[in-house]
């Protein structure tokens, strides 16, 4: 019996989600929450052996609810089922310690083989966010030969890499987190990328990350 722990600020997503795994008999619900926060310590109670993880939600959502989840030792995986699937969100989530990553218009039976894979221990992506990171693997952006990052940008691309919010990252620099921002869209600009994830790709192609 694979035990399952819901994690989704939508009741109406949670209900029909517990309604399609009552109807086999090889999972179980053993849990709801309604945020990160939630998702941690239900988590830590009940020991799933899965977590299906929403990515954006309250309390400080799923890439966050990942990272404790692993900081507290707790081995149950986390699959994330979101409705977003830009680069950067599919790496941070990733890089967390995620297993897999579905879309929420995924069939109800994928999703029923994601949670047994996953808990296999089998990494799980959705046909189309796979696609997406072939392509960009395929195609990395250009990176300058010489960005001339500032050291405090240099400072916040480490903790960044590093796995770092831009709350943490704040408060690891003693700056605010609007410093924090600014410093990433100068960063952005002059590495000629759009998001965190990319950005700290090309830095490493670059040679500005160990």
């Known amino acids: 019996m694979i035990r399952l722990l819901l994690a989704d600020d939508h009741p109406v997503v949670r209900d029909g989600l517990r309604g399609m795994f009552d109807s086999v008999e090889d999972i179980e619900v053993v849990g709801e ?5 939630q998702a941690v310590l239900q988590a830590v109670a009940l020991r799933p052996d899965v977590v299906v993880m929403d990515l954006r939600m309250p309390g400080g959502g799923g890439v966050e609810a990942i990272r404790e989840l ?18 950067a969100d599919v790496l941070d989530a990733v890089a967390a310690g995620a297993t897999g990553y579905l879309l929420k218009d995924a069939p109800g039976d994928e999703l029923l ?36 990052l500032s050291k405090r940008e240099l400072e916040v691309l480490r903790l960044v890499a590093a ?13 605010s987190e609007t410093t924090v921002k600014t410093h990433l869209l100068h960063l952005f600009e002059k590495l000629g990328v759009r998001d ?11 040679g500005l990350l160990s």
Request: charged residues 25%; hydrophobic residues 45%; proline residues 6%.
């Open 33 to 37: 929450a309604s945020d990160g926060e």
């Open 196 to 206: 965190r994830a990319s950005a700290v790709d090309a830095a490493h192609r670059a």
């Open 113 to 148: 083989r994601a949670v047994r894979s996953a808990h296999r221990g089998e990494a799980v992506l959705s046909p189309a966010v796979a696609s997406r990171l072939m392509t960009r693997a395929a195609s990395p952006p250009p990176v300058a030969a010489s960005p001339g």
């Open 70 to 87: 692993r900081h507290r030792g707790v081995a149950a995986r986390v699959l994330v089922l979101t409705t977003f699937d830009e680069d």
């Open 163 to 175: 796995g770092a919010t831009n709350r943490e990252a704040a408060k690891t620099l003693f700056i």
